[in-house]
T-cell receptor, first 114, second 114 residues
Framework: DAGVIQSPRHEVTEMGQEVTLRCKPISGHDYLFWYRQTMMRGLELLIYFNNNVPIDDSGMPEDRFSAKMPNASFSTLKIQPSEPRDSAVYFC????????????FGPGTRLTVL | AQTVTQSQPEMSVQEAETVTLSCTYDTSENNYYLFWYKQPPSRQMILVIRQEAYKQQNATENRFSVNFQKAAKSFSLKISDSQLGDTAMYFCAFLTIRDDKIIFGKGTRLHILP
């Protein structure tokens, strides 16, 4: 298996622009997680899905952030409009149901908002 | 609420030495899992080792071992015969069997010096 795939690996955009990050989980995995990593705040869980259904989005910072999972093999995290403080590395991770629910991470997308 | 604390933001050791990274957690749950993840400069998050709380025996993976003290809620990682490739950020993480979300610590940045 190729592991969790994220695209793009790097994204540079200007403030106010829409940004879409993409994730393909490992085939057969039931859970998908979106994280944001910054120096100041560490690794933060933004939202996670179980069987394509959003379960907990309490970590989504504000309405500018939205996430979808239209099918078992694809998810997007969208920021509209983007702001400089959104600059971070965004990780997608997936796991299969059942203990111990080990999460497999993608390589991350480094987002820079100018 | 569950919390994970890593009290050492940064550490440096000489190659071939043994190093121990500290982690404490707080929970009222009795059944849970603990993990150590490694994040090298490539950014990829990699699972190093995991421990089931119901197991008294400490987990071991080659040069990596843990000291799990359930009563003290402590879960330290020992790296023996450290290698340059061990240079990375290390995250301690916690997961209850009733939940789907992993709680991560802030991380310890480990430098292995030649």
């Amino acid at each position: 298996d190729a592991g969790v795939i994220q695209s793009p690996r790097h994204e540079v955009t200007e403030m106010g622009q829409e940004v879409t990050l993409r994730c393909k989980p490992i085939s057969g995995h039931d859970y998908l997680f979106w994280y944001r990593q910054t120096m100041m705040r560490g690794l933060e869980l933004l939202i996670y899905f179980n069987n394509n259904v959003p379960i907990d989005d309490s970590g989504m910072p504000e309405d500018r952030f939205s996430a979808k999972m239209p099918n078992a093999s694809f998810s997007t995290l969208k920021i509209q409009p983007s702001e400089p403080r959104d600059s971070a590395v965004y990780f997608c991770a997936s796991s299969v149901a059942g203990a111990p629910n080990e999460q497999f991470f993608g390589p991350g997308t480094r987002l820079t908002v100018l | 609420a569950q919390t994970v604390t890593q009290s050492q933001p940064e550490m440096s050791v000489q190659e071939a030495e043994t190093v121990t990274l500290s982690c404490t957690y707080d929970t009222s749950e009795n059944n849970y899992y603990l993990f150590w993840y490694k994040q090298p400069p490539s950014r990829q998050m990699i699972l190093v080792i995991r421990q089931e709380a119901y197991k008294q025996q400490n987990a071991t993976e080659n040069r990596f071992s843990v000291n799990f003290q359930k009563a003290a809620k402590s879960f330290s990682l020992k790296i023996s015969d450290s290698q340059l490739g061990d240079t990375a950020m290390y995250f301690c993480a916690f997961l209850t069997i009733r939940d789907d979300k992993i709680i991560f610590g802030k991380g310890t940045r480990l430098h292995i010096l030649p």
